[in-house]
T-cell receptor, first 115, second 114 residues
Framework: NAGVTQTPKFQVLKTGQSMTLQCAQD?????MSWYRQDPGMGLRLIHY???????DQGEVPNGYNVSRSTTEDFPLRLLSAAPSQTSVYFC??????????????FGNGTRLTVT | AQSVAQPEDQVNVAEGNPLTVKCTYS??????LFWYVQYPNRGLQFLLK??????LVKGSYGFEAEFNKSQTSFHLKKPSALVSDSALYFC????????????FGSGTRLQVQP
């Protein structure tokens, strides 16, 4: 049982390049989400999904796309990278989208630098 | 809208002393409150969550949290700090309506000195 797996661990991009951050969970969790962590700002929600085929925007969705074709996978796409997207990205999942007291399980993060 | 405030960027405490990491929240509706811990270069780990009706909630690694509805606070506590407790701590809140997204505070770095 690997939990939430994120790849890659580190990535350097040039401005304007695109890439996909991968996230997979093997816990059959309904709810999956992407956060970015910036110093002094805590974690901010980018996009989330309450089940396969259903996604919605979070607090800071601009410049990012997501899809959820399977329960297990929730990739995050950067369409045209900008230096402001330099951050640490975390994928997190929880068992039930309908249970507000269900805690999130986090991956170990992807550290992205855009030059 | 929901929000969480962690008023201290850093808390310093000597090993063996009690520790408190503060958190206040603002929500419209019933709050679901959580504490997470983050060690260097790792994701966040769940510590504990508020359970309706329990003003003192016990969690992992000897941590507990005190819920105060009138002060809208959910402070993290531990009776006796360990050096290994040094980490970044996040408070988070969710409501049971609408988007149900988890909103995080800005984090408090706990430094336990030997």
């Amino acid at each position: 049982n690997a939990g939430v797996t994120q790849t890659p661990k580190f990535q350097v991009l040039k401005t304007g390049q695109s890439m996909t951050l991968q996230c997979a969970q093997d816990m059959n969790h309904e709810y999956m989400s992407w956060y970015r962590q910036d110093p002094g700002m805590g974690l901010r929600l980018i996009h989330y999904s309450v089940g396969a085929g259903i996604t919605d925007q979070g607090e800071v969705p601009n410049g990012y796309n997501v899809s959820r074709s399977t329960t297990e996978d929730f990739p995050l796409r950067l369409l045209s990278a900008a230096p402001s997207q330099t951050s640490v990205y975390f994928c997190a999942s929880s068992y039930s989208a309908g249970a507000p007291n269900s805690p999130l399980h986090f991956g170990n993060g992807t550290r992205l630098t855009v030059t | 809208a929901q929000s969480v405030a962690q008023p201290e960027d850093q808390v310093n405490v000597a090993e063996g002393n009690p520790l408190t990491v503060k958190c206040t929240y603002s929500v419209s509706g019933n709050p679901y409150l959580f504490w997470y811990v983050q060690y260097p270069n790792r994701g966040l780990q769940f510590l504990l969550k508020y359970i309706t009706g329990d003003n003192l909630v016990k969690g992992s690694y000897g941590f507990e949290a005190e819920f105060n509805k009138s002060q809208t606070s959910f402070h993290l506590k531990k009776p006796s700090a360990l050096v290994s407790d040094s980490a970044l701590y996040f408070c988070a809140v969710r409501v049971d309506t609408g988007r149900r997204a988890l909103t995080f505070g800005s984090g408090t770095r706990l430094q336990v000195q030997p």
